[in-house]
T-cell receptor, first 112, second 116 residues
């Protein structure tokens, strides 16, 4: 049983640029959720994807967008990067309504 | 906003001793799930223990147990026989199930240090 894999592990971008983060879900899981974890804080829910559709969204602006593919892997896209977007981005896969989440090791994004 | 509060930013414990991490939460739901996650320097969130709110019995996983007080909305984690490998950031989380959307709301975390 494979776990959740995120890429890249680290990334440095310039303010105003766009970034794409990737997540491969655990085998058998059909739902992917993305979280933003600022330094010294707990993770904050960005959005969730189920069967390739957005299935709930947190308090993040539209420049945060995502995709889920038929194999249940997912991408998080952030446009017009701001300094405050610097954070650890965590992906978690699950089976919808099964109350169990497997997290990846995250992508550390630094915006300069 | 429904919140999860961890009032202890840092805790320390001697190896082989017992430590309790506190967590309180609010919710308007009657049935929900609560979690404790461990985040070591490797950054991956690792599930420590899970509690279903409709179950009165406190969950236990080896050296880890919880004290779940539903009326008080309290969910503390007890680590017995602490080991050096237990040192990490610990997050309490509540699962919201708004319709078909399941998401986790996390506290700010407690940094646990284990002293040899």
């Amino acid at each position: 049983e494979t776990g959740v894999t995120q890429s890249p592990t680290h990334l440095i971008k310039t303010r105003g640029q766009q970034v794409t983060l990737r997540c491969s879900s655990q085998s058998g899981h059909n739902t992917v959720s993305w979280y933003q974890q600022a330094l010294g804080q707990g993770p904050q829910f960005i959005f969730q994807y189920y069967r390739e559709e957005e299935n709930g969204r947190g308090n993040f602006p539209p420049r945060f967008s995502g995709l889920q593919f038929p194999n249940y892997s997912s991408e998080l896209n952030v446009n017009a990067l701001e300094l405050d977007d610097s954070a650890l981005y965590l992906c978690a896969s699950s089976l919808l309504s099964h109350h169990g989440y497997t997290f990846g090791s995250g992508t550390r994004l630094t915006v300069v | 906003a429904q919140t999860v509060t961890q009032s202890q930013p840092e805790m320390s414990v001697q190896e082989a001793e017992t430590v309790t991490l506190s967590c309180t939460y609010d919710t308007s739901e009657s049935d929900y799930y609560l979690f404790w996650y461990k985040q070591p320097p490797s950054r991956q969130m690792i599930l420590v223990i899970r509690q279903e709110a409709y179950k009165q019995q406190n969950a236990t996983e080896n050296r880890f147990s919880v004290n779940f007080q539903k009326a008080a909305k309290s969910f503390s984690l007890k680590i017995s026989d602490s080991q050096l490998g237990d040192a990490a950031m610990y997050f309490c989380a509540r699962e919201n199930s708004g319709g078909s959307n399941y998401k986790l709301t996390f506290g700010k975390g407690t940094l646990l240090t284990v002293n040899p």
